[in-house]
Every structure is written in structure tokens, then in C-alpha cells.
């Protein structure tokens, strides 16, 4: 807030009571003051929030809750990353898409000097400040942080203690003195992920319990809403595992400060997050990764009483616009599915990491894929139900034969198959046992039609509540390889795909080591290793796992297809020439 100084002569009682109203009105306009509530609240001016008084409430009004990510958080410039500025417009946009409050990153480290006193660019601190109130000016409550600094240069603690601390400290005097009137929809987050360079497992302890505790005291001091201002406080590089919670919750028990909150981020198994070590499904590995992780998240804090934000969660690899989905999408809405009901169940307050290319697109304001962010929104009240895929694949090479999948209703009751607006017939187009969900072969003949490769029907299976899973029936043929030449900067495969889509790919030399430029695995990382190019027919080897190859030693890549089908092929790196062969299957 700006210095506002008073009059220098004393008036009436009634002519400092106008005044006063005057001025709370005007700085309402700006969305950057709060009046006093009854019943211990705090009262936006200008808007409908009302922040209750217990931590716990607080946090759990904030659900659901979003990330300006890439944006003021981007290195150097706010519009560096390939997104827009920030409108007041887009945080309209947010609230009535249904979130309730944002995180707004911000990396400090270019708008402030890098030697004592460390002070902050005026244009940009006012940027900041901008950005924040035309969030609360749309009845959002707003989590600010200190974001990259976290890896440009508080990582050197371990080397360059001193130093770093007063540059740390010196940002949180700063930030705490420019925001210290807002209103308790802010929320002040002292650092995000932080990891430590050359360190001890017992120094990261230290230099975490150091860096949230120096927060809490520099930020209490400052006085004004800061004395009860929701803190945010983090585990080592936002991780959920147990001993870096308990480190937190020790940091946080000894601060006695009943306006105190976890932070921790969520991003799934990471074998299935980014699609390496064969994580192609949404499957065991991951559903109990996900259950385990939001019940140590509910026992180690919401149990004991301390609110829990999962300040970031989403798939580090999906959606992504800009490269070949690297998960397939029905896997995907069961992760983000499964994901809310657990919040919901634990009391944790999730926050989508959006990085401007995954949901919202910020020069239309609309959502890049509407489907996906119904699921998104879904899961924040309910459940839905899912099967065992989306897909059902009808070869086209064979005679067509009844095909099965397998329901997981998640709690709801199964309601019949739809083709469109027509009710297929159970006992004649399908059959249900148990939980198994059987296609005939009659239904499947006339919904595949003229049997192009490809999506023939797409089918929805309707549950008592929460949105319908779609099942696509497709026709396809084993996809076909063939021989290649290239070099190690550029190869590809030509492929016949024939309706099919690839999952993943195995590589290994003859004697069964792993081929590739990720040793500990035969099944490469989807994009990073290979990538499929649908529209052109090919594969593409990439330059990374090229050069990783053993000089003039054949590898054998098997490619996995979501059919089932399975395409073996070996590729020999000799130089900087290559060289690949499709293998004829006996």
C-alpha cells in the first residue's frame, strides 16, 4: 500500500469520520485493503470474501485453487516463457471457471540487486503488487512466493551461507513491507521447492528449518496484517515423502503459530508422469503412489490440526500442445479423477499447475480442452467412473469377435451404454458381469461400419453420477516399420500406424543391457528418447538417444502400441551414420 499521510491539523470527529470512510472506499476500488468483520473474519472491501478465522477453514475456502505459472515466475521478464501478461480479465476468467483462489509465482532474482541491501525494482515490485490485487479484486484469495530463486541461487547455501541468508532475508523485509496491509485473502509463501547444493542430508534439515523459520519471524515482525497473515511454509523441493513432512511439521509445532500452513506438490508416479520404465497406465503403481501420498499429507499435518495446500499438482509431461502426448488421455482423466477424490478425503487444497499451454489459453481465455477441465472441475465433488481403457480395438486383418473391459465405477452405479443419443441394448449389443463390461461381436460390426483404420464410434458409458466415460471403438492392423538410414542428429522411422498409436519402447543390446541414454531402464522416456510423428507417418529417434548408443553395436527396439501389438526393430549406430532394420516375425 502506499504511504497515505494524515492531515496535519486535527478536524471535527465527523470530518475525519468522512475522511476515513473516503479513503476506505478509494483504496477498495483497488481491491488492496480489508475491513474487520464480525466473528473474527476479515472482509474484503469491494468483495464477497470472507476469510474465516481458524487456518483450517481459511485453507479449505481456497479450494480449488490455480497457478499463474510461467508468468511471474518466467526468467528474466514476465512475458519471457511465451505467455501473455496478466489481465484483471484473466483472473475473471479463473473465478468463474470455478476456482476460489491462485498462486502467483514470482522469481525475484532479476528485479532486485544481488548484493546488500538487495533492493527490489520499484516498476517491478509495483507489477507485482498489480497482478495481486486484481486477483482479490475478483474475490480470489491469492498464495505469493519466492519461486526460481530457489535454484539460482538459494541452492549455494551449503557454500554460501551468509550471503544467503541476508539476501533471503532482505527479500522477505521488502515483500513483507509492500504487502503488510492487504487484506488475509494473502497469503505469503516463503520459498518454492528449495533444494541445497553440496550438502548433507542433515544440513538440508537445517538450512529448510533455517530458511522457513527466518520467513515466519521477518514476516510476523513487520506488523500490520502480517502479525496474523496465513503463512505458507514447505518441505525440501516440495516433496510429500514422510521424513521431509515430519522435518516440516517439527519447524512448524515449535513455531507455535496457529496461522500456519503446509505446502507440499503432487505431479504422480513418476514413471507414468512423464512416461519412462514402461508407465504407460494409470494403473496399481500409481493409484497407491497417489493414496499413500495424500494419506501421509492428511496424517502428518490435517490430523494434527495444520492445513495442508498442495501448492502445485498436475503431470509433468500432459497436456502439452507443443509435443506428441506422451499419456494417453483416458489414463489421464483416471489420474486427475482419482487425484481430487483424494484431496477431498484427505482436506487438502489442491492448486493446478498451469504453465500456460496446458489449460487455460491466456490470449482467448478459453480452455484449451474443455473435456479435460470438465473432468478437472468433476473432481473437486464428486467421482466418476472409469474402465480399465478407452479404447476397444477391432483388428481388421481378422473376423470381429466380442471384446471386454473392465468397469471400476469408483462408488457409482453403472447406467447403460450410449452411442450417441441411442441407448444400446444390454444382452443383445452388450453384457455385464460383475464388473466386466463385454461388446458383441453384432454390436461391434455395425459400429465399425466400412472398418477404416482409425475411431469408428466412440461409446458412453453412463454411471448414477459424475461425467460418462467414453470408449472408442477403433479399427486397426499391427503398424508396419520399415528399413532407414540417417545420421545421429536426425532418423527416422516410416511407419504405417493403421489406426493404432504408439505407448512406449523398449531398447536393449543383445547381451540384455539397456540401450539409450536412460541406463536403468529398458523402456525409454516418451519425447526424450522417441517420439511418434502421426501426420508424417514416421518415428522419430531422438539426437539423445542416438548418441547414447554403443558405436557399431545393434540395438533392439520393440515398440509397444496401445492395441497390444507389439513391432520389434534394430537400429545400429555406426559413426555418425544410422542405420535400422524392420525385424520379420517368424
Do not use: C
Not at 479463473?94 to 483462489?101: D, E, L, N
Not at 550438502?199 to 522457513?212: G, I, P, R, S, V
Amino acid at each position: 500500500m502506499k504511504d497515505i499521510r494524515q492531515p496535519a491539523h486535527h478536524r471535527s470527529r465527523r470530518r475525519m469520520a468522512g475522511l476515513l470512510m473516503a479513503l476506505l472506499v478509494i483504496l477498495g476500488m483497488a481491491g488492496s485493503t480489508a475491513l474487520a468483520a464480525p466473528g473474527g473474519t476479515a472482509q474484503q472491501t469491494g468483495s464477497t470474501v470472507r476469510v474465516p478465522h481458524r487456518a483450517t477453514d481459511a485453507v479449505a475456502a481456497m479450494q480449488p485453487s490455480w497457478n499463474l505459472g510461467n508468468t511471474l515466475d518466467a526468467i528474466p521478464d514476465e512475458t519471457s516463457w511465451g505467455n501473455p501478461k496478466a489481465t484483471r480479465e484473466l483472473f475473471r476468467t479463473i473465478r468463474a471457471q470455478g476456482f476460489r483462489s491462485v498462486r502467483i509465482p514470482v522469481t525475484w532474482n532479476d528485479h532486485h540487486s544481488a548484493t546488500a541491501p538487495y533492493t527490489f525494482d520499484a516498476a517491478y515490485m509495483s507489477r507485482v503488487r498489480q497482478v495481486v490485487d486484481w486477483a482479490q479484486a475478483e474475490n480470489l484469495y491469492v498464495v505469493l512466493n519466492v519461486h526460481h530463486d530457489s535454484w539460482q541461487w538459494i541452492s549455494k547455501i551449503a557454500t554460501n551461507h551468509d550471503n544467503v541468508v541476508a539476501r533471503f532475508n532482505a527479500l522477505w523485509t521488502q515483500i513483507s513491507a509492500a504487502f503488510r496491509d492487504e487484506p488475509r485473502t494473502l497469503l505469503l509463501e516463503g520459498v518454492n521447492e528449495p533444494t541445497f547444493d553440496d550438502a548433507t542430508a542433515a544440513q538440508k534439515t537445517q538450512f529448510m528449518d533455517e530458511l522457513n523459520t527466518s520467513f515466519h519471524r521477518i514476516v510476523r515482525a513487520s506488523g500490520g496484517g502480517n502479525k496474523d497473515r496465513l503463512l505458507v511454509l514447505t518441505t525440501q523441493v516440495g516433496t510429500p515423502s514422510q521424513g521431509l513432512m515430519d522435518d516440516l511439521y517439527t519447524t512448524i509445532s515449535g513455531l507455535r503459530d496457529r496461522n500456519l500452513v503446509a505446502t507440499v506438490h503432487y505431479y504422480s508416479w513418476y514413471p507414468f508422469s512423464v512416461n519412462i520404465a514402461g508407465g504407460t497406465r494409470y494403473g496399481d503403481d500409481a493409484r497407491n503412489d497417489a493414496y499413500d501420498a495424500f494419506a501421509r499429507m492428511h496424517n502428518t499435518f490435517v490430523a494434527k490440526g495444520i492445513p495442508v495446500y498442495l501448492g502445485e499438482y498436475g503431470l509433468l509431461a500432459y497436456p502439452d500442445d507443443n509435443h506428441p502426448s506422451r499419456i494417453e488421455r483416458g489414463e489421464a482423466l483416471k489420474y486427475y479423477e482419482h487425484v481430487g477424490h483424494l484431496a477431498r478425503v484427505a482436506g487438502v487444497t489442491t492448486a493446478l499447475w498451469d504453465p500456460g499451454f496446458a489449460y487455460l489459453n491466456r490470449e482467448t481465455l478459453k480452455s484449451r480442452d474443455p473435456a479435460l477441465f470438465a473432468w478437472i472441475k468433476s473432481s473437486w465433488t464428486t467421482r466418476s467412473g472409469t474402465a480399465s481403457f478407452d479404447k476397444v480395438f477391432v483388428a481388421k486383418s481378422s473376423r470381429i469377435t466380442a471384446q471386454s473391459l473392465t468397469l471400476d465405477p469408483n462408488g457409482t452405479k453403472f447406467r447403460g451404454l450410449w452411442h450417441g443419443d441411442t441407448k444400446l441394448a444390454e444382452g443383445r449389443d452388450y453384457t455385464v458381469f460383475e464388473d466386466r463390461l463385454t461388446l458383441t461381436a453384432a454390436a461391434l460390426t455395425r459400429l465399425t461400419g466400412d472398418r477404416d483404420h482409425g475411431v469408428n464410434a466412440t461409446l458412453q458409458a453412463r454411471f448414477s453420477k459424475g461425467l460418462p466415460w467414453q470408449i472408442d471403438v477403433v479399427t486397426y492392423d499391427t503398424p508396419v516399420l520399415s528399413d532407414a538410414t540417417g545420421t545421429a542428429a536426425k532418423f527416422t522411422l516410416p511407419t504405417k500406424y493403421q489406426g493404432d498409436d504408439l505407448a512406449t519402447m523398449h531398447a536393449t543390446y543383445a547381451d540384455g543391457t539397456n540401450a539409450g541414454q536412460t541406463g536403468w531402464t529398458p523402456y525409454q522416456e516418451f519425447n526424450a528418447a522417441f517420439s511418434p510423428d502421426y501426420r508424417n507417418g514416421t518415428i522419430i529417434l531422438t539426437p539423445e538417444f542416438l548418441k547414447a548408443l554403443r558405436d557399431g553395436e545393434p540395438a533392439t527396439l520393440t515398440f509397444h502400441f496401445h492395441s497390444g501389438a507389439k513391432v520389434k526393430y534394430k537400429v545400429t549406430k555406426s559413426g555418425d551414420s544410422v542405420t535400422g532394420t524392420a525385424v520379420k516375425e517368424s
